[in-house]
């Protein structure tokens, strides 16, 4: 086992490596078994599980911090354990216990500790729990047994570059998500549905696409992998009110920032696609994603430019530093949202 790791903070992307340890519980007959960490990186399941044929399975994202006095802590992983179970509960899968789901990730985060990267680096540890049916099954239903797992790996920026611009298209050919489908839940259907669009926009030079509501293609929703917002010039903190986007944890954690310390006004509403105008300032958020300004967006052959293509707008730079500080322990945080790795 590696207690000692060799890695280049500096140079991390968002990749997977691994680590020394993962999490691994099992459901059978009804309940959950206490959970044990394991080794082996490599999962053996049915041929017949319905998390290979039928998607029955969800996961998470979240991340484990270092701080300026080399302590390490979660952020809000409560959040995350109450959205595996709507996710779980609409793919009809067990709920996981809320203390069971933070101990787990608690448990991956201590026995990978020479993992998480040091404070100032920027790289974080990324944690990734995940739900999946196992067991033997062949007609379409909900699987006899399922697999919880944690895994983690450090990581660097998602999106290349950082607190840097990036440009994104609107996916005018494909939807990630159907109008009352799973869209609101961290389910893999819902990626296996945007790989296309995603691998073309990066062909044609975007980070990623930006996905339009799936009933009229006349709304913004979200990123692939991150929620949308806008600062508007009478200092208004707009983002997509949908029902088929995922509920993104830190664009709440934004919302309570912008409103709370920055005393912005904050409007979760129907954002046309017509009506980017509005927007002085726009970014793209979440756990991969952090805050990822966004230079433009490209619709119907037009790129639209918000703050800048190469510069960081005033208000998405203060609502970076503030979730930033927080997630590393510079700034105080709102009760609850810190949970540290003792
Ligand atoms: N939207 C999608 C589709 C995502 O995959 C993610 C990442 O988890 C987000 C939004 C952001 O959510 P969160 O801030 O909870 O990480
Ligand atoms: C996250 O931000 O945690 C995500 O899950 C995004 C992506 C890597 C799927």
């Known amino acids: 086992m590696s207690t000692n790791v060799n890695i280049d903070w500096d140079k991390l992307g968002f990749a997977y490596s691994k680590t020394d340890l993962r999490y691994i519980s099992i459901w059978k007959d009804g309940k959950w078994d206490a959970g044990k960490l394991v080794e082996d990186n490599n999962i ?21 911090y270092r701080t300026k006095d080399g302590s390490i802590q979660l952020f809000r992983p409560d959040e995350n354990a109450k ?18 789901f933070v101990d787990a990730c608690l448990q991956v985060v201590k026995a990978n500790e020479a993992f998480v990267p040091p404070y100032g680096s920027g790289a974080t540890l990324y944690i990734r729990p995940y739900v999946i049916g196992i067991g033997d099954n062949l007609g379409v239903g909900p699987a006899p047994e399922f697999l919880f797992g944690v895994f983690c790996c450090p990581v660097g920026a998602y999106f290349k570059g950082g607190l840097a611009p990036v440009n994104f298209m609107i996916s005018e050919k494909f939807d990630r998500a159907a109008p009352h489908g799973t869209g609101a839940d961290k389910i893999g259907g819902n990626y296996a549905a945007s790989l296309l669009a995603h691998v073309e926009a990066t062909k044609k030079g975007f980070a990623d696409c930006v996905y339009l509501d799936p009933a009229t ?12 917002f806008g600062i508007t010039n009478n200092n208004v903190f707009a983002t997509p009110k949908s029902p088929s986007i995922l509920p993104s944890i830190t664009k709440y954690s934004l919302i309570h920032i912008a409103k709370e310390y920055l005393k912005m006004n904050i409007e979760e509403r129907v954002i046309p696609i017509d009506s980017l105008g509005e927007f002085i300032e726009a970014g793209a958020c ?3 994603a952090v805050i990822t300004p966004i230079g433009g967006i490209e619709y119907k052959g037009n790129l639209h430019v918000f703050y800048s293509e190469t510069e960081v707008g005033p208000i998405t730079r203060k609502l970076y530093d503030l979730l930033y500080g927080i997630q590393f322990g510079d700034v105080k945080a709102p009760e609850g949202w810190i949970v540290k790795v003792k």
């Open 44 to 64: 053996s399941i049915s041929e017949a599980s319905t998390s290979l044929h039928y998607g029955q399975q969800c996961f998470e994202g979240l991340k484990a």
């Open 83 to 100: 959205r595996i179970n709507r996710s779980c509960e609409r793919v009809l899968m067990p709920e996981i216990p809320v203390d069971k």
């Open 217 to 228: 293609h006349t709304n913004i929703e979200e990123v692939g992998a991150a929620n949308f």
């Open 286 to 288: 979440g756990t991969a």
